[in-house]
């Protein structure tokens, strides 16, 4: 299942991104902001339980998250967005797979994996910028299924339709959201119109 936010805020900040002009500063704010606006929809469906709250007035009844929250963000890029989300469930562990997309192929390579335990009541929360073959995506989701979780939802600030087929055909199961929908990948692989290579722009390296 595929959603695009639609939402003025993440539109304008997308603006920002996809400025060849916007320096790293920016461009990581932008990011974290919009993983934030992005995460606020995908985790709606978090389960909740109640709690006593003792206002200056009243004892009154209050929520907190039931889930275990694991958020896994994708190295490099998905680190940009980690802040963003961890605002929303401070309390989330964090787990780590580390893949690089090769330049020729676009085919992405592990090299690193370090996830918590999945209890009963995980739910890992995927961050990426990118959704592009969905290479890279694909591979994290084998990875998270493989290490027992089952309740597993993406956030992206970017996708392709490629992307977005690849992941319905390979992991039905999984919902994934974003900030927009592109046209499409250019002969690179790279999503166009896009903001180009979103690790890249958040890290300095280009
Ligand atoms: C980028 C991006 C995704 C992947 C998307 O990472 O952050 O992880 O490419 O492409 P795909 O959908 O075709 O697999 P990259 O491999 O460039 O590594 P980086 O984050 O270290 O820059
Ligand atoms: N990875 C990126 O960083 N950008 C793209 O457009 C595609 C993959």
Not at 120 to 130: L, N
Not at 160 to 174: F, L, Q
């Given at each position: ?34 993983a934030c606006?992005?995460a606020?929809?995908a985790l ?23 889930n275990e929250v694991v958020i896994v963000p994708i190295?490099?890029?998905g680190l940009?967005m980690l802040e963003g989300i961890l605002r929303l469930v401070p309390n989330a562990k964090v787990g780590f797979v ?17 996830l918590p ?5 995980s739910v890992a929360v995927v961050v990426d ?11 994290t989701?084998?990875?998270l299924?493989?290490?027992?979780f089952?309740?597993i939802v993406v956030v ?51």
């Amino acid at each position: 299942m595929f959603f695009e936010l639609d939402h003025p805020c993440v539109k304008a900040k997308l603006t920002i991104l996809r400025d060849r002009a916007t320096g790293p500063k920016q461009f990581r704010e932008c990011v974290g902001e919009i993983a934030c606006l992005v995460a606020c929809e995908a985790l709606r469906t978090l389960e909740l339980e109640d709690v006593e709250v003792v206002t200056p007035m009243a004892t009154t009844r209050g929520w907190r998250i039931r889930n275990e929250v694991v958020i896994v963000p994708i190295l490099r890029a998905g680190l940009g967005m980690l802040e963003g989300i961890l605002r929303l469930v401070p309390n989330a562990k964090v787990g780590f797979v580390g893949l690089e997309r090769d330049h020729l192929t676009a085919e992405p390579r592990e090299y690193y994996c370090k996830l918590p335990e999945a209890t009963a009541d995980s739910v890992a929360v995927v961050v990426d910028p990118m959704l592009a073959t969905g290479g890279s995506l694909a591979a994290t989701i084998d990875v998270l299924k493989r290490n027992g979780f089952t309740w597993i939802v993406v956030v992206t600030v970017l996708a392709s339709p490629e992307g977005k087929r690849a992941i319905a055909e390979k992991h039905p199961d999984v919902r994934v959201y974003t900030g927009c929908l592109d046209a499409g990948l250019n002969a690179e692989k790279y999503i166009v119109p896009g903001l180009g290579d979103a690790g890249d722009r958040l890290f300095g390296t280009l």
